[in-house]
């Protein structure tokens, strides 16, 4: 490989891509949209990642499960914990949202068809867009049968598979990107699990760093920004942060029998943060109403979902990847606007 990397540095040497930053002047964003070679590159590698994400489920056995955007029952709901708030619309009359997360349909597909559920959807948050977060964005979703172990190896596969495909099939667009193809080499071929670090021990890691945490509603620490960044200076291949507070997640998520105040996830740290989220399932009808009672949310949007739990209480675990965070880490860029092909404004809403 190094050899071919070689020979795709002396290739590029004058052909390097710079991001247009169009999102600044949305006025002038179509006629830059149109004539930038940069756009032309966020569409042929993003083509890349959604065949590549196709392949890699089809090989571990799994099925596609498309699902609605509306729903009644959001996943991130404005209870105690949540960091995000849900995106409403008025359709024929009728309030509803659009989806955060199409996870429930995925865990009711898993039980229909008894393989792991996936998809590649939009997914819409009510904030805000800027250098991390936008919100629409393109999220690769699944839900499996497990635990939180076997949820973060099915993960890792994924993040090794995907690095590697861009090697072999993108690596000359990466690299003008920004890329790093001794990073993606690296990963790929990385033998070993991931770095792992409990949020206990993250929280002594950081003691020394003032803004490396903010404070929830619930009183509990969640980690920032900064703090993940500090983190993953001291790794270079991603970086686990495992068992969150359970105050700070969503009632869905399981906690652990020896201590219900500690939650059974983990988030993927790489690039600019926070890549995916992932977590084990609570996984009877009663272990749901009592995460749902300590988050103060209203069961009543929920009841499909609880009785589901009641009438085949399985073990899942699941996560979410934003495509567009993964593409940050593999081209070392830090603004997401800068792999958003049409704009979004305030209402999650894609325009030229």
């Known amino acids: 490989m190094d050899q ?35 756009y032309s590159s966020v569409l042929s590698v993003f083509n890349t990642c959604s065949i590549a994400t196709h392949n890699f489920f089809q090989r571990e056995q799994s099925s596609i499960a498309f699902a609605p955007i509306t729903t009644g029952s959001i996943s991130s709901p404005m209870g105690l914990g949540s960091d995000s708030l849900p995106v409403s619309a008025t359709i024929d009359g009728r309030d509803i949202y659009l989806a955060d997360s199409m996870q429930f349909s995925l865990e009711l597909a898993l039980r ?18 800027d250098a991390r977060h936008l919100n629409q964005f393109i999220h690769a979703e699944a839900e499996l049968f497990g635990n939180l172990d076997d949820v973060i190896g099915f993960v890792e596969r994924y993040f090794k598979y995907m690095a590697q495909v861009l090697l072999d099939i993108s690596a000359e667009e990466v690299l003008r990107m920004g890329g790093d193809l ?17 949020f206990e021990d993250a929280t002594a890691l950081l003691s020394n760093e003032p803004t490396a945490f903010e ?40 906690v652990s029998s020896n201590d219900t105040n500690i939650s059974l996830t983990a988030d993927l740290l790489a690039g600019i943060g926070e890549t995916v ?29 609880l009785e589901m739990k009641r009438l085949t209480p399985v073990q899942t675990s699941g996560f979410g990847m934003g495509l567009e965070r993964f593409l940050l880490w ?19 809403e894609g325009y030229p």
């Open 215 to 254: 404070r929830c509603d619930t009183g509990d620490l969640r980690i920032t920004n900064h703090g993940e960044r500090i983190i993953l200076k001291g790794h270079d291949t991603p970086v686990w942060i495992t068992h969150m507070p359970a105050s700070t997640v969503p009632f869905y998520q399981a």
């Open 182 to 198: 001794a990073k993606l080499e690296r990963v790929a071929g990385y033998s070993e699990k991931f770095p792992r670090i409990s």
């Open 330 to 348: 593999a081209t070392n860029r830090t603004d997401i606007r800068d792999w958003a092909f049409l704009l979004r404004n305030e209402f999650g």
């Open 277 to 305: 989220g992932a977590g084990e399932r609570a996984r009877t009808q009663l272990d749901v109403l009592e995460n749902l009672n300590r988050s103060k949310v209203d069961p009543k949007d929920y009841e499909w979902y």
């Open 112 to 129: 229909v068809t008894g393989k792991t559920a996936y998809y590649i959807l939009p997914s819409f948050r009510g904030e805000k867009s």
């Open 4 to 38: 071919k990397l070689e020979s795709y540095k002396v290739k590029i040497a004058n052909k390097r891509l710079k991001s247009p930053d169009s999102w600044k002047n949305p006025n002038e964003h179509l006629e830059i949209l149109l004539k930038s070679p940069w």
